[in-house]
Nanobody, 123 residues
């Protein structure tokens, strides 16, 4: 499986970005897909994920109400829509695929990772 993330960039606080993660290879539609982020000097954190039934899990309180996850199984793509961005959202964002169809917020359980895309939010 190969995951290709895109859509990052530099944006002012209050702006929006939509990240995309295109998957190729094995069956994507049954995988739980997660978004993680990692800021310099900080641990990687789980932003949220989506399963094959389009059920979304978001555990990061700081992004609830601002970030939305979706997927298009026909296009083998998962998205992270980020609105009302804040400087503290600055990080490298990664998409990841889990062989299991079930939710997991632990990066250690994900089998495949994209290269990440940088998001920088200026104040």
């Amino acid at each position: 499986v190969q995951l290709q993330a895109s859509g990052g960039g530099l944006v002012q606080a209050g702006g929006s970005l939509r990240l995309s993660c295109a998957a190729s290879g094995r069956a994507f539609s049954s995988s739980f897909m997660g978004w993680f982020r990692q800021a310099p000097g900080k641990a990687r954190e789980f932003v949220g994920g989506i399963d094959w039934r389009y059920d979304i899990t978001q555990k990061l309180d700081s992004v609830k109400g601002r970030f939305t996850i979706s997927r298009d199984n026909a296009r083998n793509t998962v998205y992270l829509q980020m609105n009302s961005l804040k400087p503290e959202d600055t990080a490298r964002y990664y998409c990841a695929a889990n062989r299991s169809p079930f939710y997991s917020g632990s990066s250690a359980t994900y089998d495949y990772w994209g290269q990440g895309t940088q998001v920088t939010v200026s104040s």
